[in-house]
């Protein structure tokens, strides 16, 4: 099987996760690619393969030289984005990519278009897979889950020497939930790499510090007729909150290293209003000063107001694993090393919002993530290059030899 059918396999496959289950996984269809996965492993002569009652598909590929070598991981997570449906995809092939707006739809009249995404031309003569326009493509992660399927398949096929290949899929990862069940020890390896979206070529070692931050605004409703001086509208109040936040540090208005603080979800009435926010920033000082601000707001609201208008709980997510990673550099350099072979261009680039290799950095895995090919991701327009994918199986392949 070439590893683009195992990608179209995959793709039509739905594992949306749900940011909204208490369960693990969260969702119950995610077994349903875990356990094909499971049978794809044992057919290609893997050992130990197992997937666990939190939908972590685990596997050894033992060493089949007598050389002294470290264990490396490979990890690609199962689920795809809850932003957009997984359910019904229906991938399409554009052979030979010719620089042109990409019809995904002409009944729905939904076009890829260059002049929304100008890096298509950097695919032209390339082939491409992209959705009806319907629903999400699930490039990100399936990409990576058909990049480690091809890799090992290669390694046992051509009889290439190499150490010790841990492999593990996650569940849930879209929702921040890949590691809430993994074990560092029993994976036992010195290192790892997440396959996990973005161009061929990236290689990400820092990420977003990252935290999220839930308010509760309560109001005074009062009949509107007879409401001077006595209404405390909880909807304006989120307004007015939100208002005081540092403009300049809207998502929309960042790029490169830039933090943000992101509004992604408000609900309520007068009574009571809700809102969520998602706070990132690469540099840990900025990060406190940003998380600082909310609770600065917070409290001079509640003293204009003279009560506990404004109820704010700030939870930290997952931090920026370059911490850790600086001191390691060798894992960075190993894969640049192969890319520079495969005349692929080496893009260090900074992860503009998170990763499970973060959290398993600071679990004690060391954890870089590699790119696969994919772009566009969580939405209708994501595409995934066929010749960066097969690109990426050499990648990895390159990496296990060495």
């Known amino acids: 099987m070439t590893t683009l059918e195992r990608f179209l396999k995959y793709v039509k496959i739905n594992t949306q996760s749900d940011p909204n ?4 996984p969260t969702s119950k269809q995610q077994f349903d690619l875990a356990y094909e996965l499971e049978k794809e492993l044992k057919n290609l002569g893997l050992k130990d393969v197992k997937v666990s009652e939190y939908c972590y598909v ?26 957009l449906t997984g359910k019904n995809v229906i991938p399409q092939i554009i052979k030979n990519y010719d620089g042109n707006d990409i019809c ?29 326009g319907l629903t999400l493509l699930g490039a990100d992660d399936k990409a990576g889950i058909a990049a480690i399927m091809g890799m090992l398949e290669n390694i046992i096929t051509n009889n290439i020497p190499h150490g010790d290949i841990k492999i593990c899929f996650t569940p849930d990862e879209e929702v921040g939930k890949g590691t809430a069940h993994f074990n560092v020890e029993d994976f036992g390896c010195d290192f790892a790499y997440t396959v996990d979206g973005g161009k061929i070529g990236e290689i990400s070692y820092e990420n977003f510090n990252a935290a999220s931050a839930n308010l509760t605004f309560i109001g005074k409703e009062i009949h509107p007729g007879s409401a001077k001086g006595k209404m405390v509208n909880a909807i304006r109040v989120a307004m007015e909150f939100e208002s005081m936040l540092p403009q300049q540090l809207k998502p929309e208005y960042t790029d490169g290293y830039d933090g943000f603080n992101h509004l992604h979800a408000i609900s309520g009435d007068v009574s009571i209003a809700k809102t969520e926010y998602i706070i990132r920033n690469h540099d840990e000082s900025l990060f406190k000063t940003q998380k600082d601000e ?47 072979k495969l005349n692929i261009k080496p893009l260090l680039l900074p992860i503009r919002g998170g990763t499970d290799g973060a959290n398993l950095t600071y679990m004690g895995l060391p954890c870089p993530n590699l790119g696969t090919g994919g772009m566009n991701f969580h939405g209708r327009y994501e595409f995934l290059s066929i010749n960066e994918l097969e690109l990426n199986v050499q990648l990895l392949t390159e990496i296990i030899k060495i």
Request: net charge negative; with cysteine.
């Open 21 to 24: 289950s208490d369960t693990s």
């Open 58 to 83: 685990t596997a050894l590929l033992p060493k089949n030289t007598n050389v002294d070598t470290k264990t490396i991981g490979l990890i690609a997570h199962l689920d795809t984005s809850p932003d």
């Open 104 to 132: 995904l739809n002409k009944e729905e009249n939904i076009y890829l278009k260059v002049s929304d995404f100008p890096y298509l031309k950097e695919y032209i003569g390339h082939d491409l897979v992209t959705t009806n």
């Open 294 to 340: 909310f609770i600065r707001i917070k409290d001079y609201l509640n003293s204009k107001y003279q009560y506990e208008i404004v109820k704010l709980e700030i939870k930290d997510s997952y931090k920026n694993m370059r911490y850790l990673l600086e001191d390691k550099k060798y894992i960075i350099d190993l894969a640049t090393e192969c890319m520079k």
